[in-house]
């Protein structure tokens, strides 16, 4: 997607600005996988460490740092996010009945749905012990009101599924609860941790939800252009599973009898019989463009709510995660 920001930063590149913060997340997250019962920790080992780009808890540590924080809260918090990230995946996955994930199987696939669903019940309870542990009821506040709209946002998601009259507001309510209100959370407790005043807060909180709301975009765009082997799922996933999302929605409402017909009928049933088809009328019909321009918008809009925060480079680093969500191809 076109990313009208001229150069950029590589993913690899934000990361180094937190790469001691980075680390000792890992060792955090490392050590509270750890379960007495051997099949957790493989379970939960082999989703948490299977080459995610972990966005939310790097989003946590620049937020945190770029309000001042100091002390290692901020450690555990992004910890915390990620464990409740890995959670929704391994349920997720369990719904949608998806085999592939980051370019490998998914845990479903090798270990089945009821060890999965149970290792991510460990990896939410795991969060919430962790978070008594922080002693921070603001924290406790946000997590579990995001936890919970996520849960909201998959039952809807659910109603979703297989209606081709889905309109795109119902989808954009969707992935406001279901992505963008954890990034939202991440972003606001790096806020809260530091004591920052409650505009920089709701500042950081506008910020995560429009990056979260566009990297979901962009992710529902990649679903019918992107080149396989890179994005690690299969092409055409969300077609297969009869899931209505933006590209597909506008290119139903702009499509002749002809193709709305095709695009219901793939809506209604799931299935890949017309993936070729669908994928060039999805792409002829302005839906691609037009979601990568609603993506751009969200961008922008998580750009401009950084205006207040401080000059630092933790603030510059938190507008290239920006500019990330909207150019990144996987």
Not at 57 to 72: E, K, Y
Not at 92 to 100: E, H, K, T
Not at 207 to 233: C, M, N, P, S
Not at 251 to 268: L, Y
């Amino acid at each position: 997607m076109p990313c009208s920001h001229g150069h950029f930063m590589k993913l690899h590149q934000i990361r180094e600005l937190v790469t001691a913060d980075f680390e000792a997340v890992d060792r955090v997250v490392k050590h509270r996988l750890h379960s007495q019962v051997a099949l957790v920790d493989q379970v939960a080992s082999y989703i948490i460490y299977s080459g995610g780009k972990r966005l939310r808890p790097l989003l946590v540590l620049l937020a945190g740092r770029a309000c001042g924080h100091q002390g290692d809260q901020h450690i555990e918090a992004a910890a915390i996010v990620e464990f409740i990230h890995t959670a929704t995946l391994l349920h997720d996955d369990v719904v949608d009945g998806s085999s592939l994930r980051r370019g490998r199987e998914t845990a479903n696939e090798v270990f089945g749905n009821a060890t999965s669903v149970l290792v991510g019940d460990f990896l939410y309870s795991r969060a919430f012990q962790m978070m008594v542990a922080l002693d921070r009821m603001p924290i406790m506040q946000i997590i579990a009101d995001a936890t919970n709209a996520i849960a909201e946002g998959e039952v809807l998601q659910l109603m979703n599924a297989h209606d081709p009259n889905t309109t795109e507001a119902r989808y954009i309510d969707v992935i406001q609860r279901k992505t963008a209100r954890l990034f939202q959370a991440g972003a606001q407790i790096g806020a809260v941790l530091s004591d920052a005043p409650s505009h920089i807060e709701d500042s950081l909180a506008r910020f995560g939800r429009h990056i979260g709301t566009a990297f979901q975009l962009v992710d529902d765009a990649l679903d019918y252009e992107a080149d396989e082997g890179k994005l690690g799922k299969h092409l055409g996933d969300d077609l297969a599973e009869g899931k209505p999302t933006l590209p597909l929605i506008y290119a139903m409402q702009h499509g002749n009898a002809t193709q709305r017909e095709m695009i219901r009928h793939a809506i209604e049933h799931g299935g890949l019989d017309n993936l070729g088809e669908i994928t060039r009328a999805v792409a002829s019909l302005g839906g691609l463009a037009y979601t990568a321009r609603l993506a751009q918008g969200e961008a922008d809009q998580a750009l401009a709510a950084l205006a207040p925060l401080p000059e630092t480079v933790f603030k510059e680093g938190l507008s290239e995660l920006a500019k990330f969500a909207v150019a990144r191809k996987h």
